[in-house]
């Protein structure tokens, strides 16, 4: 089952974040909504392991007012040799 990153409004307007396995996106909004969440941001978080690595595809959203050079550094800062020696 896949899992989908989301983030979402609560009641009263508070930001909230996490993750859902569903289905389908239209069934994790639907859970969500069930919640009473109102999800303005959901994604498909794929995860393969190749023995002792593991490649996640993320999705990263920046603020709009980023340069693409903001968006490249940030991405950077999220490489795997910052993380890995």
């Known amino acids: 089952m896949p899992i989908f990153q989301y983030k979402a409004f609560a009641p009263g307007g508070a ?10 996106t239209r069934d994790a909004r639907n859970r969500l909504r069930r ?3 109102l999800v303005s941001e959901i994604h498909e978080t794929r995860a ?9 595809d993320a999705h990263v959203v ?9 968006a490249h550094d940030a991405g950077e800062e999220m490489s795997p040799e910052n993380y890995f020696v």
Request: proline share 3%; aromatic share 10%; glycine share 6%.
């Open 48 to 56: 393969i392991r190749n023995g002792s690595f593991a490649h996640v």
């Open 62 to 70: 920046v603020p709009e007012y980023w340069t693409v050079e903001q």
């Open 15 to 24: 930001v909230t974040t996490g993750v859902i396995d569903a289905d389908t």
């Open 35 to 37: 919640d009473s969440l």
